[in-house]
């Protein structure tokens, strides 16, 4: 049976069995911080997982980069993206998802920790929160 605590430290957790969700702010970004968690370099093309719900693409590119986000899993998935760098030469990013509700396109801003939070309905990712980002 799930249960449902709310701690300073980690906000709202819910548990059941040996999975639990952590609802927590990712540096200003609203994203869900769980158990599958990816960290990838960033090259001119990605695909970003689908498999786990928040993927941090470390971008240390200078230029454009073009990223695909495939479908869905199942509905009412949360995919988060987080770009990212160390060196203060982030490039802008632009991912496309295959199937996208909201436009075509989604563009992370260069030099900042940029984010995408989405929900699968289905039949196309909606948007549900955006930091620095910009939906074309």
Not at 26 to 47: E, F, I, P, W
Not at 67 to 84: E, F, H, N, P, S
């Amino acid at each position: 049976m799930p249960q449902v605590n709310i701690t300073a430290v980690k906000g709202l957790v819910v548990e059941g069995g040996s999975d639990g969700i952590i609802v927590e702010t990712y540096k200003g970004a609203g994203c869900l911080v769980a158990t599958s968690y990816d960290s990838q370099a960033a090259a001119a093309s990605v695909t970003i997982p689908v498999t786990t719900i928040v993927s941090k693409v470390e971008d240390t590119t200078d230029g454009s980069d073009a990223w695909t986000l495939a479908d869905g899993l199942t509905v009412g998935q949360i995919k988060c993206v987080i770009v990212g760098g160390d060196d203060g030469e982030e490039g802008i990013a632009v991912m496309t998802p295959v199937s996208f509700a909201d436009g075509t396109d989604v563009t992370f801003s260069g030099g900042v920790e940029a984010s995408w939070t989405g929900i699968w309905d289905g039949s196309a990712w909606r948007t549900i929160i955006v930091n620095y980002v910009t939906i074309f």
